[in-house]
């Protein structure tokens, strides 16, 4: 996503073993979409756990941000 408004956060409630963040914002096809994932620097890789369209009130929380 290359969203230069995108939203991300820590996810605390989900960091068990491991710092969850979940990014927030528009996809190239004009979708605003969630995305929950994870750094594993050891790979140097970044593990996606789920991503999926937004729901209408983070749909506002993101233009709010705008």
Avoid at 18 to 41: I, K, N, P, Q
């Amino acid at each position: 996503m290359s969203d230069p408004h995108a939203r991300l956060f820590y996810d605390p409630e989900h960091s068990e073993g491991e710092d969850r963040f979940v990014l927030l914002g528009v996809s190239s096809a004009a979708r605003t979409l969630v995305v929950v994932h994870c750094y594993r620097e050891q790979d140097s890789l970044i593990r996606l756990s789920s991503t999926r369209k937004a729901t209408k009130k983070e749909l506002r929380f993101y233009e709010e941000g705008i």
